[in-house]
């Protein structure tokens, strides 16, 4: 999970006047950074001939998927314990 919430998430447009040949779309894009990926996931960032980074989003999903999965096991544990607060606070109360 400290992978996970290491990634910083933005917001870009592709610089489709600077490259042609992609053939981007003319929409605003959500990612990551690469560089900044392939720090945590070297797995997950393939460098183009070309010298440029894409991210296997795909790829990232898995981890996503565990980080999720952490997440929800600390809320189902903090419920628990606000459950049985709850009932010994409503028991002093009696």
Known sequence: MNKVTSLQ???????????????FENIKQN????????K?????VYTRRDGYKTVDYEMLVPSLAEAIKEL???SDKQAQEI??????????NL
């Open 83 to 92: 459950k049985e607060l709850k009932a010994k606070l409503a028991n002093k």
């Open 9 to 23: 998430g933005v917001s870009y447009d592709w610089k489709r006047n600077e490259f042609p040949d992609e053939h």
């Open 40 to 44: 945590l996931f070297p797995n997950l």
């Open 72 to 74: 929800k096991a600390i």
């Open 31 to 38: 990612g990551f950074i690469a560089q900044d990926v392939e």
